[in-house]
Each structure stands twice: as C-alpha cells, then as structure tokens.
C-alpha cells in the first residue's frame, strides 16, 4: 500500500501517522520527493482501512499495490478454476449452457421447458422460486413448492439444478440444490461454516448493480474464505445513465475478470436486457468475449409466444442461438 | 398504467395482448392516434409485471400513471408522520440530531463520545455493532459485544440508540434497540410479522448506492406493509462516476422525498462524502434543503484527533456545527 | 405527446394548460381517470419543449408518443442505409475495417502502419490530426500537417482516410477528407450548409461518454437536417462508476440502434476499454453482436512493441484479430 | 508520477520502460518491493500520457503525485480569486446573486424581469440567446437579436449581462458582454489568443454532465493558459442513474472545488433540477455549502405563472428567496 501525503505536510504530523502504522505492525518506507512525500507500507495490509487513510487531513491518497482479494485472484493460483456440477463442467475451455424460465410456475411448465432445452443443448435447469421483488406486491414466487417442482423436473430431464437462495435461513431447504445462485451483498449475511461437506455445492455469484469487479471479487473471497471454492462469476448488467435497456451488459468485464481471478465466468444476457430481441445478439457477443458460459431465460408460455415476449426466448430460438454459439465457439477457443 | 403500442402492430396480436390484460381482472381502454394506440390500463395495477410488458414486442413502453407504493405515498396520507422514539421526534418540524462513533469500540470510547455529543445537543447515539464490510478480512465490528455496550452508554447518557441490523436470525438481539438501521435490499430478506409490537420500533432505512427514490419507497412500502409505519429515510449518498467523494451526496431527494412521502428524510454527510472536512459544509446544506435530521460520525481516538479524521469530527467540532445547524434551521423553518 | 396530470389538478389550472396548448397549434385529447387525468396530444409535437412542459406545478410527468427524431428514424425509412467512400460500402450487411494509429506522428510512421493495415484487410485508415486533449499541455496532434500526412497514406496504399475534426473553423482544411469524425455536441456547433455537394462527405458520429441513444440519434439528427445523409454512428464506451476499463463499452446499444434507425453502427473497442489486451475480445464481441464494423487503433511503435503497447494493437496481431472477425461474420451473417 | 508495474515483470521489459521514460527527459527512482516494483518519476510530469503508460502490458497502474492542471490549483496560489465584474465582485466572501429567464423572448421581456430581479437583489442578470438544443427542431434562441435585447436590459437596469457562447466564430459578437458562460468541451475548440484584452473578460465555465472535477478544472486550465485568469466554476448537476430530477445537483463538489482551487464557484440550482419548487431548497443548500454565488431562472411569462412554472421561479418567489440566502450567508460566513 502506498501512502501519498499532501504537499508541505507537517513534519510531526506525518510523524504521528508513521508511528501508527508501525505500531500496527506495518513496515513503512518513506519516499521524499521535490513536492510530495510517499510512505510505502511493508506487511500484510489487508486489513488496513484504506478509506480511513485516505480520509486524513495529511493525506492526498492512497493506492493498494497488492489486491485485497486472495483466494480467488490469479496471480496466486494461475490455472483456472474448473468447476464441476455432476457430470457438467464449467471453466479452462468447458463452456455451459443454462436455461430455463423466469420463474417456476407449475409442474408441466418446467418440465416442459427442461425438456426442451435439454434437448437444445442446455446442461443444466434455472428457475425462481424465491424471487426478490422491489415491490412487496409483486409475486414473490412458488418458494418451498418451486423448489419442488425443480426437483421433478430434474429427475425427469436429469439437468442439474440453478436457482436463487436469498436468506440464510433457507439453507437447509437448499440442501441438495446443485447450484445455489446469490446477490453479491448476501454472501456477506451467510453463515459459512468451515469444513461442513454441504455448503461445498457450487455457487453462482451475480454482480451487483452497482458492483465493481474488485467487490465482485471481494463477495467471491467471502465465500472462498469460508471454505467453499466452487464459484461461477456472472455479469449480468450495471446500473447507468443509459435507459434503452433495463441495465447495460458490462462484457468487457469478461476478459477483464479472466486476468483477475482463476474463476469461471457467464453471461446473463436475459436480466441485463430485459428484452427478448436483444437476448441472441448479446448471448453471442458473450460468447465471442470469452465468456465460461450462458444463463438464458426460456419460455413456453402462450402470452410470450403471442407477442414474441418478454426477456425469454421460445424454446425453438433458444435452440437456434445455442447452434450459433457453439460455432462461435469454435472461432474463439479455435 | 398506460401502454404504448409500436408503430403498426398487427389488430390480432393486439387483440392477444388486450384479452390477456381483461383475463388479469383489468379494465382497458383503447385510443387509437395516427402513429400511435394507446392503451389505459383500469383497476389495481399494483401487481402487474410492468418490465413483461415493456419487453412485448408489439409494445413501444409502459408507463405507470399511479405509484405502486401506497403506505409511504404522501398522496394517500397528507400529514407528516412523526416517529418518536422515548421523549425524541422526529419529522414534521422535529428536526434530530444523531451522533456517534463508526464503530464501537470499547465501553471507554462509547460512554465518551455519547456524553459529548449529548452536551453539544444531539438527541439520539449511533454506533456500528455488526458492520457490514466488502472484505472478510476487515473488521466485521464487536457484534453482540458491541450491542452491550451501546446499552451502556445508553444508560449512562439516557440517548436512545441506533445501530444496524443486518440479518433477520439477529432480530432477537435487537429486540431493546431504538431504532434499527438497515440497508433497502435487506428490508426483503426480514420476516415481517403482522401485528407483532415488537418489530413496531423505529427502523432507519438507508438509501441503497444504486437505488433510486422509488427503489427506496418501495422497500420503505415493505416495512409499512409488513405493520410498521416507524420509517425513517435516510440520504447517504449514491453511486456516480464522480471520484473525489466516496459517492454522491443527493441532496436533492431530500425536497423530491418530501413531496412523494409523508416519513420523515434525515441525511448522513460522513458516509457520504467519506470525508471529515465535508461534513460540516454538508451538513448545513442538508438542513437548508429541508431535512428533518443529520446522523453524523463523532470520534474521540488520538488517532483521528492527530491527523484532523477520516470521515469522523470531533466533539468540539460537532458542537460548533450543531449551533450552526440550529441557526439554519431558523431561517428555513421561517 | 402524453400529459399526465397530478392527482386531484384544479380544473381551472387544467383548462389554462389545454388552452395554452391548443394556441401552439396542437389538438388535445382528454380521457379523466378515477385517479389522474391524461391529456393526449395530437399534432407535430417535436417542437414541443417536453422538459418544461414536465415541470409545471400540475404535470405529474411527460412522454414522447412518436420519437423526436424523423431523418434517422427506421420507421419513417425501414432500409438499412449504406454509406459509400470510395469503393468501401458500410452498412447494409456491408461490414467495415477501419484501423490505424492513436495520433499521425510521422511520414515513415502512417505510411509503415497503412500499408500493415491494408495488407490485413483493412479498408480505411483512421489517424488523429487535430486531438481533443483534456489538458492544454498535453499533445495537441500534428494539425495541418498531420492531415497532410495522411493524405500521403492515402495516395500510397489506396486506403480512404478517416480522421476528427473538431471546429467549424478547420472545415476548408477538410474539404478532401473521405470520412469526417465528430463527436456528438460538435455537430450542434457546425454552419450545416444545406445544399452545398462538399459537405455531403461522410460523417463518423462518436457517442458522447454521457449520451443517451436519443441523444446520439438527435445529433445525427442535426447533421442530416442540414442535408447531408452520410451518417455512420460509432458506440465507444460510455461513463459509469466502473472503472477497470477507461469507459464502458455498451454493446447492447448496437442491436438496440439497429431496431431504432437505419443508419450503419460500427464499435470502437480501442477507446472503449484503453487497454490492448481488451480489444481482441470485445471487437469479436462487437461483431458478434451485429455491428457494421470495427474501428481499431494500430501501431508500429517500438515503445509499443516492446510492452505489448498501450491500446493499440500490433498489425501481427491486428491480422489475426481481422481473419476471426471474418469468421464471426460468417456465423452472425449466417 | 509513480508507475506501478506488475507482480513478476521480466527486467528487460522494466529497463526498456526506464530507458524510454528517461529518454523523455524524466528522473527515475526504483523501489522494488517483495511484490511489486514501484517507479517514482521525477521532473515535470504533466506532458506525460498517463493513459498511455496505464494501458501497457507490463504496469498493473499510474497515478499521479502532483496535480495536472497548474493555473488554477490553490497549492501554487493559495489566495482567493476574486472575479470582478463592473461593480460587481465574486468570490473570496463575495457573494454573487445571477438572475434571468432561460431565453431572451422579447424586450418587454428582458427588461421587465432585469428591473424585477435587480429591486430583488440580483447583482447580473443571465439570459438565452444561442441556445444549444439536443434537437435541430427546437427554439435555437434569439442569437444576435437576443445578445441585442440584452444590451437594451443592462442599460435601462444597470446590471451586467451573463449569456453562453457556443462557437468561436461568434467571439466578435460577444466583445461587450460582461460574462461569457461556456461549457467545458467548448474551452478546446476557442481560439485563446494570449495578450488580447477584450479576451480578458470573465468566463463562466459551467461543469459538464459527465465532468470529474479534475476535467472542470483541465478546463478551466485551458483558459488560464491562454491568458484569462477570470475564471467562475458553476456546478449545475451530473447525469447520473437517479430519474426523478434532470440531473442529480453535486454540492459536495463546492467544498471539494474550494479545496483544489483558488477560483470562484456558484451554483445553478435551475438547471440542475429542472423542477421550480426545488429550486428554493437547493439554492439554500449551495449557500450553505459555500458557494459563491447562485444562478437562477427568473420568468415574468403568464404561462408560467399559470402553472407554478418550469424550473424558473416567479419575481415575487425570487424576492423571498434571495432574502433568505442572505440570512443563510450570515450562519455560515459567521
């Protein structure tokens, strides 16, 4: 970490500040230049409040020199993380398609869906079924039932299973979900045991709105720091100025987070849009970026098929875009 | 909610989209312009997926006439609330002064800074127990110990208390806290029984980085819901490109809340701006713009005390803002 | 246009509205809700000032009906739009490969760098002149001299030459110039003399880092009000909180504008991201996504070459990057 | 400057970075750590393409040490500019009071509100006559005849004339108005010949909606460059994800600015919101923040005042609002 003080800082001042890093244990290498004094702190400055440095009066800023993140940054693991759903493998070159409806909301309709997507290529099952709502009147999803009909429709379709945990104290109804998906803020509200054999089940870990990728990582760290290494990154869109879209699709974070962490990392092309016509031009571009894989919301409901509806694509277009991304595969990982 | 058609859509997909609205228990009335067909949307729209239409392919955009929040919306309820906590109000005309350290740190500094703050006039003491931080490796706070601790120096000063919960399993440890602090998103995660009296004290609810002011209504809509109207709004600041400040103090919400919602609107100047030389500078805007409370950071560490502090003021400096706060006040409140 | 009115609007205030309205011309439409009050407005509104009309006292909010923009509207013109500059078509299934230096440094350099560009199928050649700096003491370009130099480019390797211009001032010094770049809030600047052949050269629109998509059709707006028709719009990042790369490249925005205008859209991934090593993903992705084509910096800088190089690619790698921007094509074009 | 490279950076590719920084005249200081090797460059940096060196392959980051912009920063002129216009003086405890319509409409117009903002206290009036629209099909303003009604108001009210210049091709035109506001992108496109005293007239340079302070204030440098030190900063709000008002106003901006420079700041509170009722609020908050002056829509036009009005307040509110920034003023000069 590096300190930059303030030009013409007193010298007890800057003293006084020395002294305090030491006495954190913190070796400090002090820098004169012609206009400004630099201190260079040696240690373990992971637990050094950065904001709170940066907030005195003597100083100008400060920059960290080594990442905050540990587990689940590159440099101190180079070879990517592969994760492993059952037979499915996602990361280092196996890319994974995820498909399935916005919401789980009755028997026939997801394993109606599981069916067809399975059979356009997809390699696992997504479906909400506690639903995070800005509104309290809004639906909030089939909840304990949704998990339920998850579980059919994987055995019908033998697609693992994606789907949102938002509380801790529904851990144990997730038990045997393959995939637990979660917002970036609630892996900070997790008990995350360590060493219990149960919470290693994969986790996909969604940006948030307004996350950078050094947070994004930061959430990923909480999760590995608590033992649990299976975690699949996903770029799902940024809140701006911009009002086309309901979010805008950061891809450049793609190749962006690949140079940061050894984690696999996909795409959500569905929720960042909000448009079904946009979903295809996006899932390729994903793809073309690198991207570890897809999560695509599918349908197969009369009223978005009347009026070519929503975030979702018909099963039949799925299939199409799925023939499509493989191929652009095969340019990129050519 | 009104629906705005795309340029020559075809009469039958129409005709879907209108019987799918009826067959939701909706009323439709259609106006057909030159360019455009409208359609207004009659009944209770609360519950209506507004993102599913505005994705429709044959819908230009989606537009709600009324608000989705009615507990909070100061259409439906004219008068001011006023949340009292013990013998302090705050909201129409009760303006609330609260103080206190960011973290709690020991029964030393706790009981200090309470007894300082009460003298230079702030009526209620804040003070971080469970902190919610990006990295595993800092500080997460004192946690139950901390809580403990506030009652004492709520004991000894006589200052109710505020402090943040952040998941719903610590309820039960906050039973005899004044008012609880939480962020926007966790408001979804908290079970919210109906009718319990405990869970009716105060909650201060703070603005999420990312959420904009119907955002913020709605998980205050929540809580209202849930049977507690206790709600106090909180401006903290919110994510933009801007890098000088930590984020974006928007004191305009503070004005545009008044006019949306009858719960009282405090601001909070040293998270923020992150910095101890901009709170007294904002401070005195957020009461000249109309708020009806500040919570601000208070120190009494050597450390800070050397080096002017981080985001915190000391005591002494507390008490010349608060006088000046005081003045404000007299020339807004006329 | 539709006018909603607030809750319970005296009828009196409504009626001086409605008059005020109908002495601009415009007829009104008046359907009363249980709720709100909606006017309708019929009539050639895009003169019509939606931003003070929306902040009236009785106006609850404002929306535009039909799009303030008409020459660039695919409504009004549903063809693609090709642009021609020389025997290079853009746009149209029409796809594009400009590339070329940062800044023109030197004879030696743009002519080397045009040739590379040439030889790995580029078909234009782009290179700073006149340089939009955001410090007066940085680097200003070659100006005139500059344009001279790429005007040697040009007769050598055949290559038609975009470059910026950035006052109306240096318009004579343009006249031979194939494709003028200008960023968005320039084009309000420029004397649009209508009917003039000279000025009817194509125009690369950047987007502002703060544009919204309205706002960028609007200022092609400007440009093919004043007659000329030749418009290429070029999405190049835009201004969020993120900040790992330099902008945000927003890649949404091109299937987006495909559905809203006619006119060709290329990317710049260059400028988007600032970092070389984030081109080569995000010009794929850019391809993938739909877009017309691909304007990428180039170098032959040894400063460069020896550190893998700024934001520029190395024409080794430029060759490679275009061979696969084919082979997307051939999927995406399918 | 320090240059922060990569963990593991080959020390041929460093020597070749160091060599090239040298060769541009620049000390090098190497501190190389256990993780990472940090280059402190010495001499003068602000020439130095920062981006350029950020991006290459082998720096992890740049950050500067010493501001870039050197006119205008306080650490090298620690005392307060003071603008002068006429009588009239800003900045340094000279509090500034600007007032007008948006656009000049007619004679009766402009000198009616110049005499009714003038009895209020206002100490220049402000006025439309180029206008930049996002649209070619809106009002475009008065243009000559405007700045000519301009010139009628200042002589029957004695006040001096604030209006935006918006290419420099109109310079000549603008020779005799008092202050020329321009936005911080046009700065670039002016001629600023040095040593010209009609040059030396006071320039409003206005924040753009996507400015970090750092780019207001590279503006601002420009000018000073050329050789007019009569620079007045004016933060009128950022665009930013918020929608409730037109631009999100950034006041802690006016604290931050006093900080970095020694020139004036005022603040737009009209055009920041756009809603007339905020304009009240907000104009207490910036003269309780500190700013030195204000500048305010003020209108005399029947439509308006029909309906509360635009963002532009009526005579009578202006009236009542200066009279309580005046009281404001007091509290916080003290």
């Known amino acids: ?24 244990g913190l070796g400090v290498h002090i820098s004169e230049g012609s206009f400004q004094t630099v201190l260079g702190l040696i240690g373990d400055t992971s637990a050094v409040d950065m904001d709170l440095i940066g907030s005195l009066g003597i100083v100008d800023s400060v920059k960290r020199v080594s990442d905050p993140f540990k587990c689940c940054n590159r440099k101190f693991h180079p070879a990517d993380t592969v994760v492993q759903v ?19 909301e009755s028997e026939e309709q997801i394993v109606e869906i599981a069916l067809a997507v399975k059979k356009a290529g997809a390699q696992m099952l997504r479906g909400g079924a506690f639903k995070p709502r800005t509104s309290p009147y809004e ?6 039932t949704g998990l339920d009909l998850l579980r059919v429709a994987r055995k019908v379709s033998g697609l693992p299973i994606v789907t949102e945990i938002m509380a801790a104290k529904d851990l144990p109804r ?9 917002g970036p803020r609630t ?27 050094k947070e994004l990582l930061m959430s990923a760290e909480y999760i590995m720091a608590g033992g649990n290494e299976q975690v699949i990154l996903c770029e799902r ?63 197969n409901d009369p009223m978005h098929a009347l009026c070519d509806g929503a975030q979702s694509l018909r099963p039949e277009e799925y299939a199409s875009l799925a023939e499509d991304v493989r191929r652009i595969r095969e340019v990129v990982a050519g």
Chains 1, 2, 3, 4 share one sequence.
């Open 86 to 104: 059952g037979d499915v493998k996602i990361g280092s070159g196996n890319f994974c398609m995820i498909a399935g409806p916005c919401s789980v």
């Open 237 to 299: 869109g940024i809140r701006t100025f911009d009002d086309y879209t309901r979010n805008t699709l950061d891809l450049a974070a793609v190749p962006m987070l690949r140079e940061l962490t050894h984690l696999p990392i996909i795409v959500d092309p569905s929720h960042a849009t909000g448009l079904a016509r946009l979903v295809r031009p996006m899932a390729l571009a994903g793809a073309a970026c690198g991207a570890d894989g897809l999560i695509i919301e599918v349908h």
């Open 139 to 144: 639906f909030q999803g089939l909840k304990a």
């Open 174 to 182: 997730f038990e045997d979900v393959d995939v637990r998906q979660v």
């Open 1 to 24: 970490m590096i300190v930059i003080l303030k030009h013409g800082v007193q010298q007890e001042k800057m003293e006084g500040l020395v002294n305090w890093l030491k006495n954190q």
């Open 187 to 213: 892996t900070q509200n997790f008990d995350l045991p360590r060493g219990r054999g149960r919470l290693r089940k994969p986790i996909l870990l969604k940006r948030g709105l307004a996350n950078t990728l």
